[in-house]
């Protein structure tokens, strides 16, 4: 109850304070809002004024896109305003003499604008006023460079500095745990209840640009103690516009003619009533042929079917009102899903997968920039993975055999309610920008799991150890979760910004309230427009995964040792609920960088990032040693237990951090960026303990499997000196991945992380042309994918005593892409 006083003090104090805030007199006032074609806000806008004596002026639009200066005098300025994914907007004088004064800027993304081969206007920059650095990834962007699985937003994001993705495609935000970031489309959180993963697919047409911050930029993002993985949805607008990428199926020879991986995709978008209605439509469907060639002829590939669709809509009822809806769909079917080298096809499963996000928003702004917006959504997910059969599935040190041994169903559910002001800004001491706002979510989980049977082996059948499960895997969890929040974005000086705010957090399960405090500054030096130094720091709570509550009602196991052929007596193991009252999960947050602008539009970037997460869950093994304990289980008598695993916040982690960028861009849509990060990920908890891992794990403590010490990725979309040729790349090279060593019995031999993957190379290189062909706009490109062919393993066999110990499989081999991308008319 400390935390609710402390923010209901905070909250009175304020709201008694903005009612005496006034403006300061003998200056003039100019305001605004910064809007995309459609009247929508756009959030982030740097507006810079520069009058005749060559002094600067500047201000960032807030989410309403409302923006306010004070001018010293009236006179003419030049006005320029710039967005990372817009292109800028420029006046080279406006005489202002009045005040108020009230200009409304429009701002055209790197779409809007793409209705000719070549685009003269120029591309924004990073914006230079947060307290917690940001990097934007355009659509444009997304579209020119080359990475693997192009058709997968996820595999783009590693363009990103600060985005590591991991041997199976996760995606690791500033080392965090993908569960651990806070994903949202739309400003509606995107975490899936199911997973609390990024599993939405969305195809690139249908983003605008990707907001990463490895820090909560502002009171009203919470559930993410790694940071914050911001999608925005691409609009229509008053001019139909189509476009169709990959619809030519291509075809492969690798291991004999075969259709190739396959993903057509395309847009649609227009208006539904010119100048008060929009619609944007995107459709991508996805065939994966994957081959293993590790594996015998005819074993040796899987198939993969996905498709997504996003409809998003934009209605404004009256110029001050809008109203957003979407839907987003989608669905994956995976036969023989997780075929490696280690796992032949008797051993992958049939996997069945859909989800359901639709989301409504209503804005309504008022005089001086002023605006209430609320919204509901609501997201469905659905999983199902069928074995191959039910015969027993076997763990040697030469893979697996036979069938895996769950038949599972989940489903999950999550519907939040959100408001969010903004209030017009007010003078005292300066400028303050206040807004406040909150939010309510019911989260549900169900799942019917059908556990049989794991037997451990040698290669020559020589049984080891079998763990069989008993006990019902039915059951259901529910929480709801509520948060309020005031944050305020006070500019005392003109060159100085500093960002008050905090959160106030309650989940059912945990039963509390908690205080989140958010501090951040950002300063330019005196004299100096063109380098910023900011910094901050933030207590910032997890996301409540129900997967990890829902345990102790979950089955459970008993694992028999073999001598020979003679058999042990069982052990039994069982998960637990705490014996006392839990505290949420969270994390300190510390960050300091420092940024300049250099001639040629270069901007450089240093920045040092500290984050130390404390009261994690993790279940710790409450036996020092084998006991019989009667009534705890379902079986005769007192069973012989040699673990009884006790939901605990003993899980701590660590994050450290420096990080190096340089980006340019250039004349139309080129540019190019280079960044190179020193890391370190540490956790007492690295493999999470739960029924569907029967490791034996005594050492828990070590680097996350995602730690990549040292990283550096560039990418560019560069000019040639032939019209309409361009060079696109991806480059990446960090350290490998660590891995941990097993013995034949599924002991875990020293720490986790103990070993490391080769180091990764990858350089992804492609030449594009684009061309007009009968009035349409087309472009053509071919390159290869990791064209040194430097070989990247993401398998490795783990088991001592293996003929095959550490051989490594998988990766990224050297490929030929060729793409068609169809573009619209001229």
């Given at each position: 109850?400390?935390?609710?006083?402390?923010?209901?003090?905070?909250?009175?104090?304020?709201?008694?304070?903005?009612?005496?805030?006034?403006?300061?007199?003998?200056?003039?006032?100019?305001?605004?809002?910064?809007?995309?074609?459609?009247?929508?806000?756009?959030?982030?806008?740097?507006?810079?004024?520069?009058?005749?004596?060559?002094?600067?002026?500047?201000?960032?639009?807030?989410?309403?896109?409302?923006?306010?200066?004070?001018?010293?005098?009236?006179?003419?300025?030049?006005?320029?305003?710039?967005?990372?994914?817009?292109?800028?907007?420029?006046?080279?004088?406006?005489?202002?003499?009045?005040?108020?004064?009230?200009?409304?800027?429009?701002?055209?993304?790197?779409?809007?604008?793409?209705?000719?081969?070549?685009?003269?206007?120029?591309?924004?920059?990073?914006?230079?006023?947060?307290?917690?650095?940001?990097?934007?990834?355009?659509?444009?962007?997304?579209?020119?460079?080359?990475?693997?699985?192009?058709?997968?937003?996820?595999?783009?994001?590693?363009?990103?500095?600060?985005?590591?993705?991991?041997?199976?495609?996760?995606?690791?935000?500033?080392?965090?745990?993908?569960?651990?970031?806070?994903?949202?489309?739309?400003?509606?959180?995107?975490?899936?209840?199911?997973?609390?993963?990024?599993?939405?697919?969305?195809?690139?047409?249908?983003?605008?640009?990707?907001?990463?911050?490895?820090?909560?930029?502002?009171?009203?993002?919470?559930?993410?103690?790694?940071?914050?993985?911001?999608?925005?949805?691409?609009?229509?607008?008053?001019?139909?516009?189509?476009?169709?990428?990959?619809?030519?199926?291509?075809?492969?020879?690798?291991?004999?003619?075969?259709?190739?991986?396959?993903?057509?995709?395309?847009?649609?978008?227009?208006?539904?009533?010119?100048?008060?209605?929009?619609?944007?439509?995107s459709l991508e469907l996805q065939y994966v042929n994957n081959i293993v060639v590790d594996l015998p002829r005819g074993q040796d590939r899987s198939g993969t079917y996905r498709a997504?669709?996003?409809?998003?809509?934009?209605?404004?009822?009256?110029?001050?009102?809008?109203?957003?809806?979407?839907?987003?769909?989608?669905?994956?079917?995976?036969?023989?899903?997780?075929?490696?080298?280690?796992?032949?096809?008797?051993?992958?499963?049939?996997?069945?997968?859909?989800?359901?996000?639709?989301?409504?928003?209503?804005?309504?702004?008022?005089?001086?920039?002023?605006?209430?917006?609320?919204?509901?959504?609501?997201?469905?997910?659905?999983?199902?993975?069928?074995?191959?059969?039910?015969?027993?599935?076997?763990?040697?040190?030469?893979?697996?055999?036979?069938?895996?041994?769950?038949?599972?169903?989940?489903?999950?559910?999550?519907?939040?309610?959100?408001?969010?002001?903004?209030?017009?800004?007010?003078?005292?001491?300066?400028?303050?920008?206040?807004?406040?706002?909150?939010?309510?979510?019911?989260?549900?989980?169900?799942?019917?799991?059908?556990?049989?049977?794991?037997?451990?082996?040698?290669?020559?059948?020589?049984?080891?150890?079998?763990?069989?499960?008993?006990?019902?895997?039915?059951?259901?969890?529910?929480?709801?979760?509520?948060?309020?929040?005031?944050?305020?974005?006070?500019?005392?000086?003109?060159?100085?910004?500093?960002?008050?705010?905090?959160?106030?957090?309650?989940?059912?399960?945990?039963?509390?309230?908690?205080?989140?405090?958010?501090?951040?500054?950002?300063?330019?030096?005196?004299?100096?427009?063109?380098?910023?130094?900011?910094?901050?720091?933030?207590?910032?709570?997890?996301?409540?995964?129900?997967?990890?509550?829902?345990?102790?009602?979950?089955?459970?196991?008993?694992?028999?040792?073999?001598?020979?052929?003679?058999?042990?007596?069982?052990?039994?193991?069982?998960?637990?609920?705490?014996?006392?009252?839990?505290?949420?999960?969270?994390?300190?947050?510390?960050?300091l960088g420092v940024e300049r602008r250099l001639p040629r539009r270069i901007t450089a970037r240093l920045q040092w990032l500290q984050r130390s997460g404390y009261s994690g869950f993790?279940?710790?093994?409450?036996?020092?040693?084998?006991?019989?304990?009667?009534?705890?289980?379902?079986?005769?008598?007192?069973?012989?237990?040699?673990?009884?695993?006790?939901?605990?916040?003993?899980?701590?982690?660590?994050?450290?951090?420096?990080?190096?960028?340089?980006?340019?861009?250039?004349?139309?849509?080129?540019?190019?960026?280079?960044?190179?990060?020193?890391?370190?990920?540490?956790?007492?908890?690295?493999?999470?303990?739960?029924?569907?891992?029967?490791?034996?794990?005594?050492?828990?403590?070590?680097?996350?499997?995602?730690?990549?010490?040292?990283?550096?990725?560039?990418?560019?979309?560069?000019?040639?000196?032939?019209?309409?040729?361009?060079?696109?790349?991806?480059?990446?090279?960090?350290?490998?991945?660590?891995?941990?060593?097993?013995?034949?019995?599924?002991?875990?031999?020293?720490?986790?992380?103990?070993?490391?993957?080769?180091?990764?190379?990858?350089?992804?290189?492609?030449?594009?042309?684009?061309?007009?062909?009968?009035?349409?706009?087309?472009?053509?490109?071919?390159?290869?994918?990791?064209?040194?062919?430097?070989?990247?393993?993401?398998?490795?066999?783990?088991?001592?005593?293996?003929?095959?110990?550490?051989?490594?499989?998988?990766?990224?081999?050297?490929?030929?892409?060729?793409?068609?991308?169809?573009?619209?008319?001229?």
């Amino acid at each position: 109850m400390e935390g609710l006083r402390i923010g209901s003090w905070i909250f009175g104090f304020w709201i008694a304070t903005a009612g005496w805030m006034v403006a300061e007199a003998g200056e003039i006032r100019l305001s605004g809002r910064v809007t995309d074609p459609n009247g929508a806000p756009i959030s982030g806008a740097k507006v810079v004024l520069t009058s005749a004596s060559q002094r600067r002026f500047e201000a960032e639009s807030d989410p309403t896109g409302a923006y306010s200066l004070l001018l010293p005098d009236a006179g003419s300025y030049a006005i320029r305003a710039d967005r990372e994914g817009y292109y800028v907007y420029k006046l080279d004088a406006l005489a202002i003499q009045a005040s108020p004064f009230e200009l409304g800027i429009t701002l055209a993304g790197t779409h809007e604008m793409a209705t000719s081969l070549e685009v003269s206007a120029e591309r924004g920059t990073f914006d230079m006023e947060r307290s917690v650095p940001e990097t934007t990834l355009s659509s444009r962007t997304l579209f020119d460079v080359p990475f693997p699985n192009q058709n997968s937003l996820r595999s783009g994001l590693r363009m990103l500095p600060g985005v590591v993705q991991d041997g199976r495609g996760g995606i690791h935000l500033y080392g965090a745990a993908e569960e651990q970031t806070h994903h949202s489309l739309e400003g509606f959180q995107l975490n899936d209840p199911l997973t609390g993963k990024l599993e939405a697919r969305l195809s690139l047409e249908a983003v605008e640009s990707v907001d990463a911050s490895p820090g909560q930029p502002g009171a009203e993002f919470g559930r993410g103690t790694g940071g914050s993985l911001a999608l925005h949805a691409r609009k229509g607008g008053d001019q139909v516009r189509y476009s169709a990428t990959n619809f030519i199926p291509g075809f492969g020879t690798q291991r004999g003619p075969h259709l190739d991986n396959w993903t057509p995709r395309g847009h649609i978008s227009g208006p539904w009533k010119r100048g008060r209605a929009w619609f944007f439509n995107s459709l991508e469907l996805q065939y994966v042929n994957n081959i293993v060639v590790d594996l015998p002829r005819g074993q040796d590939r899987s198939g993969t079917y996905r498709a997504n669709n996003l409809f998003h809509n934009q209605i404004n009822l009256t110029p001050s009102n809008v109203l957003t809806a979407g839907f987003l769909l989608n669905y994956w079917f995976a036969p023989r899903n997780g075929l490696t080298a280690l796992n032949p096809i008797e051993t992958t499963i049939d996997r069945r997968y859909r989800q359901w996000i639709a989301y409504f928003k209503n804005q309504k702004s008022f005089a001086r920039g002023a605006l209430i917006e609320a919204g509901y959504s609501f997201h469905r997910s659905f999983n199902r993975e069928d074995p191959q059969g039910d015969a027993p599935y076997i763990v040697s040190e030469l893979g697996r055999r036979g069938n895996y041994y769950a038949f599972s169903n989940r489903q999950a559910s999550r519907d939040q309610i959100l408001i969010n002001s903004y209030l017009p800004s007010l003078q005292r001491h300066g400028m303050h920008q206040l807004k406040a706002g909150a939010d309510l979510l019911r989260v549900g989980y169900n799942q019917d799991v059908r556990r049989t049977s794991i037997a451990f082996s040698r290669s020559n059948g020589t049984p080891l150890r079998s763990v069989a499960y008993f006990g019902s895997g039915a059951l259901q969890q529910g929480n709801y979760e509520a948060s309020a929040y005031l944050q305020d974005a006070w500019r005392p000086r003109e060159n100085l910004l500093v960002d008050l705010g905090l959160r106030l957090q309650w989940n059912q399960i945990i039963s509390a309230w908690n205080a989140s405090p958010r501090l951040g500054f950002a300063w330019m030096p005196t004299g100096s427009s063109s380098t910023r130094i900011s910094g901050g720091f933030a207590r910032v709570f997890d996301y409540v995964n129900l997967r990890t509550f829902v345990r102790p009602q979950d089955q459970f196991t008993a694992s028999t040792y073999f001598d020979g052929a003679d058999a042990g007596v069982p052990l039994f193991s069982i998960f637990r609920p705490p014996l006392g009252r839990l505290r949420s999960p969270n994390a300190l947050t510390w960050n300091l960088g420092v940024e300049r602008r250099l001639p040629r539009r270069i901007t450089a970037r240093l920045q040092w990032l500290q984050r130390s997460g404390y009261s994690g869950f993790t279940y710790r093994n409450s036996l020092p040693e084998p006991q019989r304990v009667a009534d705890l289980v379902d079986v005769p008598g007192a069973p012989l237990f040699d673990s009884i695993f006790l939901l605990t916040n003993d899980r701590r982690e660590t994050f450290n951090s420096v990080e190096l960028t340089v980006q340019q861009p250039l004349f139309a849509d080129y540019e190019w960026m280079a960044s190179y990060t020193r890391s370190r990920a540490r956790s007492n908890g690295v493999i999470d303990t739960n029924v569907d891992e029967p490791l034996i794990i005594n050492n828990n403590r070590g680097p996350l499997p995602w730690d990549a010490p040292n990283r550096f990725v560039s990418w560019g979309f560069l000019p040639t000196f032939w019209k309409n040729w361009a060079i696109a790349y991806l480059a990446e090279c960090r350290s490998g991945f660590p891995f941990f060593v097993q013995n034949e019995r599924g002991q875990v031999l020293g720490s986790p992380g103990s070993r490391r993957f080769p180091a990764f190379f990858e350089l992804n290189l492609f030449v594009e042309r684009k061309v007009i062909l009968r009035g349409y706009r087309v472009g053509l490109r071919g390159g290869f994918v990791n064209i040194t062919g430097h070989s990247n393993p993401n398998v490795v066999n783990n088991v001592v005593g293996s003929p095959n110990y550490l051989q490594m499989f998988g990766g990224q081999r050297r490929a030929f892409n060729f793409r068609l991308r169809f573009l619209g008319k001229v």
